[in-house]
Antibody, heavy 120, light 107 residues
Framework: EVQLVESGGGLEQPGGSLRLSCAAS????????MSWVRQAPGKGLEWVSV????????YYADSVEGRFTISRDNSKNTLYLQMNSLRADDTAIYYC?????????????WGQGTLVTVSS | EIVLTQSPATLSLSPGERATLSCRAS??????LAWYQQKPGQAPRLLIH???NRATGIPARFSGSGSGTDFSLHISSLEPEDFAVYYC?????????FGGGTKVEIK
């Protein structure tokens, strides 16, 4: 059974940093691209970033480019999102999501999310 | 950026009725479109990928159609568990984008 468990969310001040983690199990982690998708309170879904299975390629939404860094440790089956220079509009639930094989930009499994709140 | 416009924003229907949800893209996305369902307090769930392919374990009452700029999600006969918010998502171009969602509520 595929499981994705996010952690690392919490309350942070504007300008601060957080690192999110997503522990994966139940599939061959290194074979699949992984993404972060966020959802502001009461709002819709916003794609944040994606990393290929071997970690060789990464892509970002313009809203986080230069501030967030996606990475993965395939030996630990873990995905990360380093979030720097946090802003109030980064407040959201952050989901990690698994890519659907070769259809790697479609998300077939999602974690339950971790809440990030940016406020002074 | 490709903008996905979903309509209607809210669809009020009774169990057993047929639902048709629309997703229109600001430019062609070929068939690179997916549909997700999200219930309150839960993560999204993949329903349809590549415009018309049901994801693993998704009931046959869910179907997708369309290509280019106009897409539809059909639910042939609404079950109580189908009342939720539905999102479309394109993977044709960067950045990946989602529609604003359609809420299917009980009439």
């Amino acid at each position: 059974e595929v499981q994705l468990v996010e952690s690392g969310g919490g309350l942070e001040q504007p300008g601060g940093s957080l690192r999110l983690s997503c522990a994966a199990s139940g599939f061959t982690f290194s074979s699949d691209a992984m993404s972060w998708v966020r959802q502001a309170p009461g709002k819709g879904l916003e794609w944040v970033s994606v990393i290929t299975g071997n970690g060789g390629s990464t892509y970002y939404a313009d809203s986080v480019e230069g501030r967030f860094t996606i990475s993965r440790d395939n030996s630990k089956n873990t995905l990360y999102l380093q979030m720097n220079s946090l802003r109030a509009d980064d407040t959201a639930i952050y989901y990690c999501a698994k890519g659907l094989g070769s259809n790697w930009l479609t998300f077939d499994y999602w974690g339950q999310g971790t809440l990030v709140t940016v406020s002074s | 950026e490709i903008v996905l416009t979903q309509s209607p924003a809210t669809l009020s229907l009774s169990p057993g009725e047929r639902a048709t949800l629309s997703c229109r893209a600001s430019q062609s996305v070929s068939n690179y479109l997916a549909w997700y369902q999200q219930k309150p307090g839960q993560a999204p769930r993949l329903l349809i990928h590549s415009a018309s392919n049901r994801a693993t374990g998704i009931p046959a009452r869910f179907s997708g159609s369309g290509s280019g700029t106009d897409f539809s999600l059909h639910i042939s006969s609404l079950e109580p568990e189908d009342f939720a918010v539905y999102y479309c998502q394109q993977r044709y171009n960067w950045p990946l984008t989602f529609g604003g969602g359609t809420k299917v509520e009980i009439k």
